[in-house]
């Protein structure tokens, strides 16, 4: 059973395109983060929410998490084709022997046409 | 510019063989973990340490799955025998973590492709 439910698995679009990526759990998390990795490599930290409710501002991507702390978003502005990736949410535990435990979604490829 | 460092970057080996995947963690960061990146399942998390420490490994199957770290700039993951379904990346990262402290940074290295023929 997954922990965390990404949607949609696979996005394309055109060059130019807005975009939105969620990120559910009945669980409550921490803390949320999200990562981008690339074909050959390890993901990347984009960036982590950790407030309920709070918003993060990246130049084009917007982060949002849910006032629950259970769900969060990813928007992406006028997308290009560097944006192509494939985008992973990860919900992280701050309390007891599980603190810094980090669970993967199972991940969203973007493709950005140019 | 401070990385974590897996050996193998790839390997092709044959059922029932013994594969042993190495990682170099960032100096001073207290957690390691070990993932298993494949198209179907995603990341998951195979096992983590702290301080050297294991703290679970309950992602693992035990009977032929072993993560070690036997000092602080070396961790280990070792499956013997190896099975084609063991097939898949597997990703070593490591972070800073401060109790009560949220979000610590995982950094990843850039895996180990394993394939069991």
């Known amino acids: 059973t997954q922990l965390l439910e990404q949607s949609p698995q696979f996005l394309s679009i055109q060059e130019g395109e807005n975009l939105t990526v969620y990120c559910n759990s009945s669980?409550?998390?921490?803390?949320l983060q999200w990562y981008r990795q690339e074909p050959g490599e390890g993901p990347v930290l984009l960036v982590t929410?950790?407030?309920?409710?709070e918003v993060k501002k990246l130049k084009r991507l917007t982060f949002q998490f849910g006032d629950a702390r259970k769900d969060s978003s990813l928007h992406i502005t006028a997308a290009q084709p560097g944006d192509t990736g494939l985008y992973l949410c990860?919900?992280?535990?701050?309390?007891?022997?599980?603190?810094?435990?980090?669970?993967f979604g199972q991940g969203t490829i973007l493709t950005v046409h140019p | 510019d401070a990385r974590v460092t897996q050996t193998p970057r790839h390997k092709v080996t044959e059922m029932g063989q013994e594969v042993t995947m190495r990682c170099q963690p960032i100096?001073?960061?207290?957690?390691v973990f070990w993932y298993r990146q494949t198209m179907m399942q995603g990341l998951e998390l195979l096992a983590y340490?702290?301080?050297?420490?294991?703290?679970?490994d309950s992602g693992m199957p035990k009977d032929r799955f072993s993560a070690e770290m036997p000092d602080a700039t070396l961790a280990t993951l070792k499956i013997q025998p190896s099975e084609p379904r063991d097939s898949a990346v597997y990703f070593c990262?490591?972070?800073?973590?401060?109790?009560?402290?949220?979000?610590?940074?995982?950094?990843f290295g850039e895996g180990s492709r394993l394939t069991v023929l």
């Open positions: 990262a490591s972070g800073q973590w401060l109790a009560g402290r949220m979000g610590g940074e995982l950094f």
């Open positions: 669980s409550v998390f921490s803390s």
């Open positions: 929410v950790v407030t309920g409710g």
């Open positions: 990860a919900g992280g535990y701050a309390g007891g022997t599980s603190y810094g435990k980090l669970t």
């Open positions: 100096l001073g960061h207290n957690t």
């Open positions: 340490f702290r301080n050297r420490a294991p703290l679970d």
